[in-house]
């Protein structure tokens, strides 16, 4: 029986290398994101590998995030392995110059955002007592750099989160654990810094990680034999020794 993968944040970045990955292996996927197309266009080229559905909702909205997966066809109802991927930075500012909005967006998405979803995908888990639960972190929920303030808490909260399901989920026999990532050559700072020019600037002078990259770590932890869970991993390009020294060449 094929294993059935939710993957939230799947249109673009390490959601949609996840999503490749699997279905080489032959994990039946939902794939969750906000950009519609996006969507398609990996569907069309995964189905030829595996089952693909698609739903198509933002995890900051809890009503649409909820009905969505409750609206899922039986076929794909019994959920195996939950990624938690959506998430996002916006803004790089002193906290006494920070935007309100761009605080409220971190936090609706990388730790509510998270919570809606896992509060629809847990219950399905519980009652079969099984599931594989993995939520994407950062470096960042490790240590706080300067003008990190707000993102930093938001992925500190993650790894909070993930220890307190790790905890409460035990009994029921679900693995829980995080990929922390550090530098990763996505759209990530195009949206943290709104499209501005800047962001070309964060992955030049070193070799970044990429999305494929943490696909794979990925793929390994929910592959490991049933006794052995990923509790906690953190991943750096070796050029990054933390989140302010990274080693960049003329």
Not at 6 to 34: D, M, P, Q
Not at 91 to 105: M, T
Not at 169 to 196: H, M, W
Not at 219 to 247: C, E, G, M, W
Request: positive net charge; proline residues 3%.
């Amino acid at each position: 029986m094929k294993k059935i993968a939710l993957i939230t944040g799947a249109s673009s970045g390490i959601g949609k290398a996840t999503a490749y990955e699997f279905a080489k292996h032959g994990i039946n996927l939902i794939l969750c994101g906000r950009r519609l197309e996006r969507l398609n266009t990996i569907k069309k080229a995964l189905e030829r590998l595996t089952d693909v559905h698609l739903l198509n909702f933002d995890v900051r909205d809890k009503a649409k995030t909820l009905q969505s997966i409750e609206s899922l066809p039986d076929t794909f109802k019994n959920i195996d392995i939950l990624i938690n991927n959506a998430g996002n930075a916006h803004g790089l500012d002193s906290i006494n110059e920070g935007n309100i909005d761009d605080w409220d967006a971190m936090m609706d998405i990388n730790v509510k955002g998270l919570l809606y979803v896992s509060k629809a995908v847990i219950p399905q888990m519980t009652a079969r007592q099984s599931g594989h639960i993995i939520n994407i972190g950062s470096s960042a929920g490790k240590e706080v750099y300067p003008k990190g303030n707000v993102y930093c808490a938001s992925k500190h909260a993650v790894l909070a989160i993930t220890e307190g399901m790790r905890i409460d989920l035990n009994p029921f026999g679900i693995k829980v654990g995080a990929i922390n990532p550090g530098l990763v050559e996505t759209e990530f700072s195009q949206v943290r810094f709104k499209g501005d020019k800047i962001a070309d600037s964060v992955y030049k002078g070193f070799k970044a990680l990429q999305a494929k990259d943490i696909a794979e770590i990925i793929y390994f932890a929910i592959s490991r034999p049933p006794h052995v869970n990923i509790a906690d991993l953190l991943v750096f390009p070796t050029a990054q020794a933390s989140s302010t020294i990274v080693k960049k060449f003329n």
